[in-house]
């Protein structure tokens, strides 16, 4: 557990950030995987009065605050018509309704996880992210970044007519993943994001033809859930799978 | 520090440390069907409505729920009740332990999934209870009682 002495909801980003500074202040997100965390915090921020918890749609980008929940990444209508099932793909797995209602987007991605797979999917759509100092930052430049202590304010999904398929590998309904991966295609330009190896997600550019052997190129190591080995295998596997739901238009 | 929120109804005022979370509060205010069963923010047990939505209250920080609704297993007695002989007749209960949590989620989904005459079916229902762990039954029984509740409650 943490300890807390103190909680602040700021009224805008400058305090929340200026509150942020400090090494002992700690921006809560949605308290999912903090609770479990050690440690004392001298003050917890809550982003909560800042109304970044919305999704919104335009012509031509998604705008998905940092404070919306998992659960709206997956019930969102207009997610749904462009991209279908990606997003309720790589949510459902997720511990449970009640959990998602709570665990939120900027917390997952600003985490980096190594188990994440928000941020496998997120690495094959046209993401950036908005930090409120270092301005928009592409998610594939964000997550080779030193931590430090700006605020994710929201993510920018382009609208720019990829195709797009989620899948991942679990030893159990609900369990933590043992490999997650997306995919999409572009003009013939593919992304292909490989995650929980157990290392947090990234991503490379490939063709469709040549996704297996991109997988290959990603490194895999061992856990309590699965050898390095293992992983390997199944990244080909759901590399393979995702290639053919592509080919097919299933996506 | 002290917080406001309406509790199964009624307004609530009360003293808290700034790191509580809502799980504890809820207990010292005497709302018992609250309970924490796996302390890793996964079992379900746990689960209240805020403002109508299910949530795991051992992982929200009281400080941040001035001013919204909260629902816990003791403010919905009838319904509860309604459901609660449909899991006895189908002897999906053994020790018990975690059906505040379950029966809160279920009367969640019925709200949320059957709306303009939609009725979700078992993959859907098993998706959406999901995150509820029960240690004792199997599953078979709860779903058996879940589907037969929400056909006759539902038609």
């Known amino acids: ?251 | 520090m002290e917080v406001q929120f309406e509790l199964n109804g009624k307004p609530v005022h009360t003293e808290i440390e700034a790191g509580a979370v809502l799980l504890d509060v809820l207990r010292d205010l005497g709302c018992y069907s609250v309970k924490c069963g796996c302390e890793t923010t996964n079992c379900g047990l746990c689960t209240v409505w805020v403002d109508g939505t299910p949530r795991l209250s051992c992982s929200i920080l009281a400080a941040g729920i001035s001013g919204r609704k909260i629902t816990t297993l003791e403010g919905l007695q009838e319904e509860a009740a309604r459901f609660g002989a449909y899991l006895a007749a189908e002897g999906a209960e053994q020790c018990g332990y975690c059906s505040p949590g379950f029966i809160m989620n279920v009367l969640a989904m019925e709200r949320e999934l059957c709306v303009s005459g939609h009725c979700p079916d078992a993959e859907e229902i098993r998706e959406y209870l999901a995150g509820n762990l029960c240690r004792c039954t199997g599953y078979a029984g709860q779903l058996r009682a879940v589907e037969k509740y929400l056909r006759e409650s539902r038609g």
């Open chain 1, 1 to 251: 557990m943490i300890t807390v002495k103190n909680y602040v909801k700021p009224g805008t980003l400058e305090e929340a950030y200026e509150l942020n500074q400090k090494r002992a202040n700690r921006i809560i997100g949605g308290m999912m995987w903090i609770r479990m965390g050690r440690g004392n915090v001298n003050t917890v921020i809550d982003l909560s009065g800042l109304g970044l918890d919305q999704i919104t749609e335009t012509e031509t980008e998604f705008r998905i605050g940092c404070m919306s929940t998992l659960r709206q990444l997956e019930t969102h209508s207009g997610l749904k018509e462009t991209f279908g099932d990606f997003f309720k793909e790589c949510t459902r797995h997720i511990v449970g309704v009640q959990f998602r209602n709570g665990a939120t987007v900027g917390g997952s991605i600003f985490g980096r996880y190594g188990f994440s797979d928000i941020l496998t999917a997120f690495l094959v759509l046209d993401t950036k992210v908005k930090l409120y100092k270092k301005g928009i930052v592409p998610l594939s430049e964000f997550i080779r970044m030193d931590r430090d202590r700006d605020i994710l304010e929201e993510l920018i999904v382009a609208k720019d007519g990829r195709k797009a398929v989620y899948l991942s590998e679990r030893r159990s309904q609900t369990d933590f993943p043992v490999l997650t991966c997306a995919a999409s295609e572009k003009d013939g330009t593919v992304l292909l994001s490989i995650g929980a190896r157990p290392m947090k997600a990234d991503v490379t550019e490939t063709t469709i033809d040549e996704m297996e052997q991109a997988a290959d190129t990603f490194t895999y190591g061992s856990n309590m859930r699965g050898s390095g080995e293992y992983r390997k295998h199944l990244g080909r596997v759901l590399a393979g799978r995702a290639k053919k739901a592509l080919e097919e238009g299933n996506v």
